[in-house]
């Protein structure tokens, strides 16, 4: 079965670091780029950045940058997603979802992890 | 706020069909035929219900079809279900070259 399952939901204090695990199954993992969006309460998607699992390369959204970082872990078929200097606006649903390039779109997503930064 | 606007809500009785806006400036929606729409139910992650304009996945309703002209794509959804309330969102590639990606706002579908 082809599947992202994500860590559990988060609290954290403002200023603090979270660090959100998607874990890949099913399909070759280094196949297809893993992108991070995020979803505020009410809101629409928000993209974050993206990571090819083979290269590690990475390309962030310019709002992300500095405070974002990518990584993933190829032999356990895990892509992670840091994001540092936590503000209460950074409360949100985050996701990894798989970008499959004969669609030029996103037919994986994980579950999605909450987040909430409150002090 | 979104790149690409789409109506905050739209509503339509079971049977009848609705379609969604999606607008964004070029070259976001109007330059690229990579437009792909999500449903998305309370607490669910998206689906993917149409890719490149105007296609869709294995196992999703030919109930869903997608279009665009010049900068404004549209998901239509014919015959409406109780099943088909829920919100849903557009996306475009903001860069073919680096594979940034935009999404609209969201339209929250009512099935009355």
């Known amino acids: 079965q082809v599947q992202l399952v994500q860590s559990g939901a988060e609290v954290k204090k403002p200023g603090a670091s979270v660090k959100v695990s998607c874990k890949a199954s099913?399909?070759?993992?280094?196949?297809?780029?893993i992108y991070w969006v995020r979803q505020a309460p009410g809101q629409g998607p928000e993209w974050m950045g993206w990571?090819?699992?083979?290269?590690?390369?990475?390309n962030y959204a310019q709002k992300f940058q500095g405070r974002v970082t990518m990584t993933r872990d190829t032999s356990i078929t895990t892509a992670y997603m840091e994001l540092s200097r936590l503000r209460s606006d950074d409360t949100a649903v985050y996701y990894c979802?798989?970008?499959?390039?004969?669609?030029?779109?996103?037919?994986?997503w994980g579950q999605g992890t909450m987040v909430t930064v409150s002090s | 706020q979104s790149a690409l606007t789409q109506p905050a809500s739209v509503s339509g009785s079971p049977g009848q069909s609705i379609t969604i806006s999606c607008t964004g400036p070029?070259?976001?929606?109007?330059?690229?035929?990579?437009v792909s729409w999500y449903q998305q139910h309370p607490g669910k992650a998206p689906k993917l219900m149409i890719y490149?304009?105007?296609y869709r996945p294995s196992g999703v309703s030919n109930r869903f079809s997608g279009s665009k002209s010049g900068n404004t794509a549209s998901l239509t959804i014919s015959g409406l279900q109780a099943e088909d309330e829920a919100d849903y969102y557009c996306?475009?590639?903001?860069?073919?070259?680096?594979?940034?990606?935009?999404f609209g706002g969201g339209t929250k579908l009512t099935v009355l």
């Open positions: 490149d304009v105007s």
């Open positions: 099913g399909y070759t993992f280094t196949d297809y780029y």
């Open positions: 996306s475009s590639y903001a860069s073919s070259s680096t594979l940034n990606v935009v």
């Open positions: 070029s070259p976001d929606v109007g330059n690229y035929k990579f």
């Open positions: 990571i090819n699992p083979n290269s590690g390369g990475t």
């Open positions: 979802a798989s970008h499959n390039p004969v669609y030029n779109a996103f037919d994986i």
